[in-house]
């Protein structure tokens, strides 16, 4: 009987029940780190999502989605030395949230050697803008928004002109950031930024997919079709549009 058993355990795996496995193990990795490995015959493509708030040296209180960069940053490093891996696709839905680990993982997709590209689903808002733009090549759907505004903080803030001056050099970063990997001026961003009668309860913008293109935030209006396209294009060596 033991034998039966013993038997039976070294028999090998069959072809479904390594299926059901690899199945079981691309679901708990979605579970955690939103993200998947989308292969095919041609090629491997990483996509990685960035939701709700990008949460940085603060935990988030329950019942907020949060993307935590603590976990990003070692997995982009992963993707950038993977040989099996040939581009990273990041689609976007964020509130925003820490703006320091926001721009953190912004210059790190933005430096990878890798074919990259963002995809802007629902909303690219606040530090989500330099997230949208850190790709090789950046899309958005019609529908979907992206606010822009100044710099801000929660806490206890010191009314000294130190803390003024931490706030304007950091809007400064990021601005250089935004405006060095688009279109957009610098002259256009810090206008819309500032622009006092969009938003109800702060100063700022909120550009919809045809504008954020149109100003040069963005490269392309498109779906997840047209990203994976210019994608494949750049894996391949083809001309981008």
Do not use: W
């Not at 839905?93 to 820490?98: A, K, P, V």
């Not at 990997?181 to 810090?190: C, V």
């Not at 963005?218 to 079709?225: A, K, Q, R, Y």
């Amino acid at each position: 009987m033991a034998d039966n058993q013993q038997e039976k355990n070294s028999q090998p795996e069959s072809e479904q029940e390594r299926k059901n496995k690899a199945t079981a193990q691309e679901l708990e990795n979605i579970e955690k780190s939103s993200s998947v490995i989308a292969s095919n015959a041609r090629e491997s493509i990483y996509c990685l999502s960035i939701i709700g708030q990008v949460e940085g040296h603060y935990i988030l209180s329950d019942g907020q989605k949060a993307t935590k960069y603590e976990q990003l940053i070692p997995l982009l490093v992963s993707v950038e030395e993977n040989d099996e891996t040939d581009g990273l696709l990041v689609i976007l839905n964020t509130m925003g949230g820490d703006v320091e680990a926001g721009l953190a993982l912004a210059e790190l997709i933005a430096s990878m050697q890798k074919p990259t590209v963002t995809l802007v689903l629902g909303g690219g808002h606040s530090i989500g803008v330099p997230l949208a733009v850190a790709g090789k090549k950046s899309f958005i759907v019609p529908s979907a928004t992206m606010t822009i505004h100044p710099v801000r903080i929660s806490g206890t803030v010191i009314g000294a002109p130190q803390t003024y001056r931490y706030f304007h050099d950091m809007q400064d970063r990021i601005m250089e950031f935004v405006c060095r990997h688009s279109r957009m001026k610098k002259e256009t961003l810090a206008s819309l930024m500032m622009k006092p009668d969009e938003i109800a309860n702060d100063v700022g913008s909120i550009l919809d997919g045809e504008e954020a293109v149109k100003l040069g935030l963005i490269d392309h209006v498109g779906g997840l079709d047209a990203a994976l396209a210019c994608l494949r294009g750049m894996i391949h060596g083809e001309e981008n549009p």
